[in-house]
C-alpha cells in the first residue's frame, strides 16, 4: 500500500549525509550618495573576484534590520541606515544555493574602511555603470529592481 505524503518532496533537499538542508536568509544594501551606490568585490567563494552589494547571512535569532547594519559595519565600516525594500530569490543550482536576499536601501555615514578578509575592495558606481559589473549572486536583478 503506498503512503500519502502531506508534502511536495521535490522542494526538498538533503546534503550527502542525509542533513535536511534549508534556505539560507541574507541580506543586501542598497548604500546611496551623491546618485551612486556602493559595492563590494568579494574576496571569498563563490564569486570571488565579482562585485556585490554590502550584506551577508542573518545570524539565528537576529533581526534582519540589525544583520544588514551590522553586515555593513563589518565590510565598509559604514553606518546604515536603511529600510527593507523588498526581496529577491536567489536560486542558483550550479554552486547548490539558495537563499531569499533581503534588501535594504538608504544612506550610511561614518569613514569607510574596508574588511580585509571577504573584501577585495569597495567603489562607489552609477547605476549604470554598477548594471555593468559582474555582480555575484543574483545582485544584478536587486540593483535593476531596487536601485
Known amino acids: 500500500m503506498e503512503q500519502k ?4 518532496d521535490r522542494y526538498v ?4 549525509d ?10 543586501g ?3 546611496e550618495k551623491d546618485n551612486k551606490i556602493l559595492l563590494t568585490k568579494r574576496n571569498i567563494e563563490p564569486f570571488k573576484g565579482d562585485w ?3 550584506g551577508g547571512h542573518i545570524e539565528y535569532f ?3 534590520k540589525d544583520a544588514i547594519i551590522r553586515e555593513v559595519k563589518e565590510e565598509t565600516g ?13 536560486i542558483i543550482p550550479e ?5 531569499e536576499l533581503l534588501i535594504f536601501r538608504g544612506i550610511a555615514a561614518g569613514k569607510e574602511k574596508k574588511e580585509d578578509v571577504e573584501v577585495q575592495e569597495m567603489r562607489w558606481f552609477s547605476k549604470e555603470d554598477a548594471l555593468k559589473q559582474k555582480l555575484a549572486f543574483k545582485h544584478l536583478d536587486a540593483i535593476k529592481r531596487y536601485a
Request: hydrophobic residues 35%; aromatic residues 14%.
Open 52 to 54: 556585490c552589494l554590502p
Open 95 to 99: 554552486i547548490s544555493w539558495h537563499a
Open 5 to 8: 505524503k502531506d508534502f511536495d
Open 18 to 27: 542525509g542533513k535536511h538542508r534549508s534556505v539560507k536568509a541574507t541580506t
Open 62 to 64: 537576529e533581526h534582519a
Open 29 to 31: 544594501a542598497i548604500i
Open 78 to 90: 559604514l553606518d546604515f541606515d536603511g529600510n527593507f525594500t523588498g526581496y529577491i530569490d536567489e
Open 13 to 16: 533537499a538533503y546534503t550527502k
